[in-house]
Structure formats: C-alpha cells, structure tokens
C-alpha cells in the first residue's frame, strides 16, 4: 500500500510539472539563478552577468507581449552595465522604449540611460542627449529637476562640483 501511494505521489507530481507550461519554467530558472547570485551589491561577474542577461533576453524574445517582457529587458540593460558593457546596456534600454511605449517605467529608461551614459560609458554629450530626451518626453515626472540639475553639472569638474556643493551648504547654514 505504501509504495502505491509513493508511486501515486510521484506520478501526480510528474504529471503536474510535465503540465507546467513553458513560461512557468522559464520563470522559475530566471527567479533561481537570481536568487543564487547578489544583484542588490552589484557584484556580478562578466560570467555570472552574461547568464543572466541570456534568460532575461530570451523570455523577452520568446514572450514579447508578456507584461514581464519589458521589465526583463530593463534588467538586461541593468546587468549589462553592471558588468562594463554600456553599450549592450543603451540597446537594451532603447529597445523598451521603442517596443514597449505603455511600459510603466519607460520614462526609468530614459533617465537610466542618461545615467550609463555619464557614468558608466562617460560619454557626458550623450549623457546630456538622453537626460533632455527624458525631460521633452516626461515633463512633469517627479525626477525632471534631478535631470536637468545632473546636465546643468555635467560639464563640471569633480573639484568645482565639490566646491558647489560646500558653498551651498554654507549658504543654507
């Protein structure tokens, strides 16, 4: 009796997960491998990154009208500049806001791509072309002042933006 409830228990769970569908899985690798790697402290080997950025572009890829679709393609973008590719990163932030125009945080990758630009690729020309965008397209989001501050500043040097900051802090003491 014991071993026909054991062959029952595994067949129905063999029957259950032969029934999970596709997308499912592949959600269930990505959130894995997420968890088995530190994402929060931006410690991500080229390796480990390059993986990662395989499963988000591939569900991407396989379910482009899935609503995680856009959000996994961000995510790319992210890897890819956490491990010094920014170019990747920009073609994946241009590819959302292209494809994706009701994606709730298209304006992020505006401003995200702004942010590889100046720091990651240090390309402040670029960085100032895709902070603007952000600024034309999203008028009246909450981090337009934060843009328009970041390309105000831009073109100074660490020295002189120390030197701001310190004045102003004076000033408001």
């Known amino acids: 009796m014991r071993k026909t409830i054991l062959l029952l228990a595994v067949a129905t769970s063999l029957a259950m ?11 269930s690798s ?7 790697i530190d ?12 993986n ?3 499963m988000y572009t ?3 890829t396989k379910y482009p009208t899935d609503s995680l679709a ?7 973008a992210d890897v890819a500049a956490n491990i010094g590719n920014p170019a990747t990163a920009i073609e994946y932030l241009d590819k959302v806001i292209t494809d994706y125009p ?5 304006a992020d990758c505006y401003f995200f791509k702004g942010f590889i630009y100046e720091t990651v690729a240090h390309d402040l020309d670029k960085a100032k072309e895709a902070y603007t965008a952000f600024i034309e397209e999203y008028p009246s989001h909450p981090m337009v002042n934060n843009a328009q501050t970041i390309i105000n500043n831009l073109s ?3 020295e002189e933006l120390i030197k701001m900051i310190m004045e102003k802090n004076n000033a408001t003491l």
Do not use: H, W
């Open 17 to 27: 997960a032969c029934c999970t569908p596709q997308r499912d899985k592949d959600l």
């Open 30 to 36: 990505i959130q894995q491998y997420e968890s088995s």
């Open 39 to 50: 994402l929060q402290n931006n410690k991500v080997d080229t390796e480990v990154g390059n």
């Open 52 to 54: 990662l950025i395989m």
């Open 58 to 60: 591939d569900f991407a």
């Open 70 to 76: 856009p959000m996994y393609i961000m995510k790319a």
């Open 102 to 106: 009701s994606f709730e945080k298209r």
């Open 156 to 158: 100074l040097s660490d």
